[in-house]
């Protein structure tokens, strides 16, 4: 374990995201995966099926974390771009990785055989190793400091899984939740308060509508356990101070 | 009608989706809306609650985009910062909004009144007009090319509402849906081809495995209406030529 903090971005790459069309369930996977990992997850961008908008993200995304991660665009039809387009944003040829060939051919064997399609999946970077895929053959990419994921949620979440415990992290980010009936802006003094005596801590007030009544969630978070015991405790007095009925670990 | 292409960036603001602990729902809302306004969502970021970060993305995206849509950071607590730094990044100050204020103070009348917290509500960026909010109270504002809206989905969707009709749009994009139950990789070249041999069209391919079978949606997009129609029987007559079985309307 070190002190250091460790970054990492996410890059989803798609068309369908942005005409609406696809909702988004890689950002919630990923950011919950890091977080396990010690990772924190400082950024997303979302790009259409475009290479100059692929690489000038890539390309930012790299140089300012520790980790980039991408989803999406790795399939093997005419809109898959990101292999094409991660390595042009770093530079190096393309060419057929021949384990990725070998994984693809068994694969397909009892399913029609390899096709010039199916054979683009077997494409990465120069350079690149294989992230795997137990569910459905094609792997995933890691260059660089780059992974590249599927963008259908439950492969991505294989490839995270075959890369758990791989990366390195710093400590974890920690939190706890407390709820209360209370309209957020009737303990916004409470909660700034409360932050800004706990170096090390950083509170966020989550409002919501339920059962007809308004409400909202704290969620404190930090990497030191301590410092977050102390400022949830502190919290909960405040809000029993003032007379509420503050629920532990959120409503 | 222009023929001109106008597009929208849309900036997540929040360190909720980042943690993963919320799942967000407006990017879909926002990109939909816009396509019924002629406007293409042409890039999303999220970035954390972060005054640096915001202010980045904002002078970036509202650049090159005609418009620029934030959603989060508009509450009464101390995380929520997007007012500040949206003023920051465009060089005004922050002003309290005689008619935001007023607003605050009717709703808040029969709610207990307005204190600090609920009267940082009525801040804008100097210079701003206000969006109605019909559900609570403290409204959207827009500035420049900017629209800052609610991070609470129905909230923000109420903002979109009372937006609609009102921006400069251009064409709308139209789709038209495909369905097959075919491995994509086995109709990659005949995507390809249709795409090529129809200017104006771009065709995505949406792999799903459902029932114990795979399949896919083939999403043809285009803003003229006869060039998508074309394509579309084109597609369909190519899938059944190869002795399939297409769904109108997609699977």
């Excluded at 994921?149 to 990366?167: N, S």
């Excluded at 939190?175 to 009936?181: E, I, L, M, R």
Aim: hydrophobic share 45%; glycine share 12%; aromatic share 4%.
């Amino acid at each position: 374990m070190t002190d250091r903090i460790f970054t990492a971005a996410l890059l989803v790459i798609g068309d369908e995201i942005l005409s609406g069309r696809t909702h988004d369930k890689n950002i919630a996977q990923v950011a919950t995966w890091l977080n396990v990992q010690g990772i924190r997850l400082a950024e997303v961008r979302i790009v259409a099926d475009d290479e100059a908008a692929i690489v000038e993200a890539v390309n930012t995304l790299r140089a300012r974390n520790d980790y980039l991660f991408t989803t999406g665009g790795i399939g093997p039809t005419h809109d898959d771009i990101t292999v094409d387009s991660v390595a042009a944003a770093i530079g190096v040829p393309v060419e057929v990785h021949p384990q990725a060939r070998a994984i693809l051919e068994a694969y397909y064997a009892p399913r029609g055989g390899v096709n010039e399609a199916r054979l683009r999946m077997a494409r990465v970077p120069a350079g690149a190793s294989l992230i795997e895929n137990a569910l459905s053959g094609a792997p995933g990419i890691k260059v660089a400091n780059i992974f590249i994921l599927a963008g259908v949620p439950h492969i991505a979440g294989e490839m995270l899984a075959a890369l758990t415990g791989t990366l390195e992290g710093g400590l974890p980010m920690l939190s706890a939740t407390v709820g209360c009936w209370v309209a957020e802006s009737e303990v916004a003094d409470l909660l700034r308060e409360t932050e800004r005596s706990h170096a090390g801590c950083q509170i966020g007030s989550y409002p919501f509508f339920r059962e007809g009544r308004v409400g909202a969630n704290f969620v404190i978070r930090s990497t030191d356990a301590g410092v977050l015991e102390t400022c949830r405790t502190d919290l909960i007095a405040g809000l029993r101070g003032i007379g509420l009925d503050p629920a532990e670990g959120g409503i």
